[in-house]
C-alpha cells in the first residue's frame, strides 16, 4: 500500500468529518438560514463527498477484489463532481460577497433564499454532469497511452479541466480584488460621517486586506501548483510529482471550513451552545460589516 494514498484516504477522512460537523451546525441551528450559509452549507457539502470520494478511491484500488472499471470510473466521477462543486461553491460565495457590496442597498430584496437554492441546484447539477463523464466515455480505460495524471481522465480533458479551473480562479482573484475596492471606500466614507481617526479606519482596511489574502493565498498554493502540473505531466510522469501536488490540493476542503464557516460569529456561537452550552463572555456580539470583507 502506498503511503501516499493512505495520506489521502487520512485526509479524506479528516474532509469528511469536518464538513461534517459544519453541515450539522447548519442544519441544526434554525438562525442560520440565509443565503450566504446556504452558500456556506453547499461548499462543506461537496468538501464531504471530496474526503468520501478519497476514501472511496482508496478502498476500490486496494480493497476491491476483483478490481472493478465501474467501481474506478464511479469514484473518479464522485472525485471530479465533489471538486467541481467546492470550487463553484466558492466562486458562489465570492460572487455573493460582491453583490453584497456592489447592491448594498437591494441585495437583501433579489437575493431571497429561493433565488439562492435555484442557483445552487443549478450548479450542482452543471457538478454531477461533470462527474458522469468518466463513465459516458471521458476515460483512456481503453487506451492507457492517452492518460493524464488524473486516471482515468484522459490528457485532453484533464488539460480542458486544469484551463476552465485558472479561468475560474482569475475571476475570483478579479472579484475580490472588486471587493477590496469598494470595502475600502465603504471605510473611508464611515470614517469621514463620523470623524474617526485614521488608525480605526487603517485597521478596518488591513483586516480586510488580511481576509482576502488568507482567501486567495490558500487558495492559490493549494490547487494552482496542481492545475498547472495537470496541463504539462502525463501519466508517463513519476508518481510522486502527482501525489505531491494533489495532497496540498485535497487539504484545501480541510481548510474551507476555517475559512468559511469557523470563522463566522453565527456558527461560533452555534458551535459554543453545542458543545458547552453557553456563549464566552468574551465573545465580541459585533455585527460584521463591509468593511470587515
Given at each position: 500500500?502506498?503511503?501516499?494514498?493512505?495520506a489521502?484516504?487520512a485526509?479524506?477522512?479528516?474532509?469528511?468529518g469536518?464538513?461534517?460537523?459544519?453541515?450539522?451546525?447548519?442544519?441544526?441551528?434554525?438562525?442560520?438560514?440565509a443565503?450566504?450559509?446556504?452558500?456556506?452549507?453547499?461548499?462543506?457539502?461537496?468538501?464531504?463527498?471530496?474526503?468520501?470520494?478519497?476514501?472511496?478511491?482508496?478502498a476500490?484500488?486496494?480493497?476491491?477484489?476483483p478490481?472493478?472499471?465501474?467501481?474506478?470510473?464511479?469514484?473518479?466521477?464522485?472525485?471530479?463532481?465533489?471538486?467541481s462543486?467546492?470550487?463553484?461553491?466558492?466562486?458562489?460565495?465570492?460572487?455573493?460577497?460582491y453583490?453584497?457590496?456592489?447592491?448594498?442597498?437591494?441585495?437583501?430584496?433579489?437575493?431571497?433564499?429561493?433565488?439562492?437554492?435555484?442557483?445552487?441546484?443549478?450548479?450542482?447539477?452543471?457538478?454531477?454532469?461533470?462527474?458522469?463523464?468518466?463513465?459516458?466515455?471521458?476515460?483512456?480505460?481503453?487506451?492507457q497511452?492517452?492518460?493524464?495524471?488524473l486516471?482515468?481522465?484522459?490528457?485532453?480533458?484533464?488539460?480542458?479541466?486544469?484551463v476552465t479551473?485558472?479561468?475560474?480562479?482569475?475571476?475570483?482573484?478579479q472579484?475580490?480584488?472588486?471587493?477590496?475596492?469598494?470595502?475600502?471606500?465603504h471605510?473611508?466614507q464611515?470614517?469621514?460621517?463620523?470623524?474617526?481617526?485614521?488608525?480605526?479606519?487603517?485597521?478596518?482596511?488591513?483586516?480586510?486586506?488580511s481576509?482576502?489574502?488568507?482567501?486567495?493565498?490558500?487558495?492559490?498554493?493549494?490547487?494552482?501548483?496542481?492545475?498547472?502540473y495537470?496541463l504539462v505531466?502525463?501519466?508517463?510522469?513519476?508518481?510522486?510529482?502527482?501525489?505531491s501536488?494533489?495532497?496540498?490540493?485535497?487539504?484545501?476542503?480541510?481548510?474551507?471550513?476555517?475559512?468559511?464557516?469557523?470563522?463566522?460569529?453565527?456558527?461560533?456561537?452555534?458551535?459554543?451552545?453545542?458543545?458547552?452550552?453557553?456563549?464566552?463572555?468574551?465573545?465580541?456580539?459585533?455585527?460584521?460589516?463591509?468593511?470587515?470583507?
Amino acid at each position: 500500500v502506498s503511503p501516499w494514498d493512505i495520506a489521502l484516504c487520512a485526509t479524506g477522512t479528516a474532509v469528511a468529518g469536518e464538513n461534517a460537523l459544519v453541515l450539522a451546525v447548519l442544519f441544526y441551528t434554525p438562525s442560520l438560514r440565509a443565503p450566504m450559509f446556504l452558500l456556506i452549507g453547499s461548499l462543506a457539502l461537496a468538501d464531504l463527498l471530496a474526503g468520501l470520494g478519497l476514501v472511496a478511491n482508496f478502498a476500490v484500488r486496494y480493497l476491491l477484489r476483483p478490481p472493478s472499471e465501474a467501481a474506478e470510473l464511479a469514484a473518479a466521477g464522485l472525485l471530479l463532481a465533489a471538486f467541481s462543486a467546492s470550487v463553484c461553491s466558492l466562486l458562489a460565495i465570492t460572487v455573493d460577497r460582491y453583490l453584497s457590496l456592489y447592491n448594498a442597498l437591494t441585495y437583501h430584496s433579489e437575493r431571497t433564499l429561493g433565488f439562492t437554492c435555484a442557483m445552487v441546484l443549478l450548479m450542482w447539477l452543471l457538478c454531477l454532469g461533470v462527474g458522469l463523464l468518466p463513465l459516458l466515455g471521458w476515460n483512456c480505460l481503453r487506451d492507457q497511452s492517452s492518460c493524464s495524471i488524473l486516471r482515468p481522465v484522459t490528457k485532453d480533458n484533464a488539460a480542458v479541466l486544469a484551463v476552465t479551473f485558472l479561468l475560474l480562479f482569475a475571476l475570483m482573484m478579479q472579484l475580490y480584488l472588486q471587493i477590496c475596492k469598494i470595502a475600502f471606500r465603504h471605510a473611508q466614507q464611515i470614517a469621514v460621517q463620523h470623524q474617526f481617526i485614521a488608525t480605526a479606519q487603517a485597521g478596518s482596511t488591513r483586516k480586510g486586506l488580511s481576509t482576502l489574502s488568507l482567501i486567495l493565498g490558500t487558495f492559490a498554493l493549494c490547487w494552482i501548483p496542481f492545475a498547472i502540473y495537470s496541463l504539462v505531466a502525463d501519466s508517463s510522469y513519476p508518481a510522486v510529482y502527482t501525489y505531491s501536488l494533489a495532497l496540498p490540493a485535497t487539504c484545501n476542503s480541510l481548510i474551507n471550513p476555517i475559512i468559511y464557516a469557523f470563522r463566522n460569529p453565527d456558527i461560533q456561537k452555534s458551535l459554543w451552545l453545542a458543545c458547552c452550552g453557553c456563549i464566552p463572555s468574551t465573545f465580541s456580539s459585533r455585527p460584521r460589516t463591509s468593511s470587515d470583507v
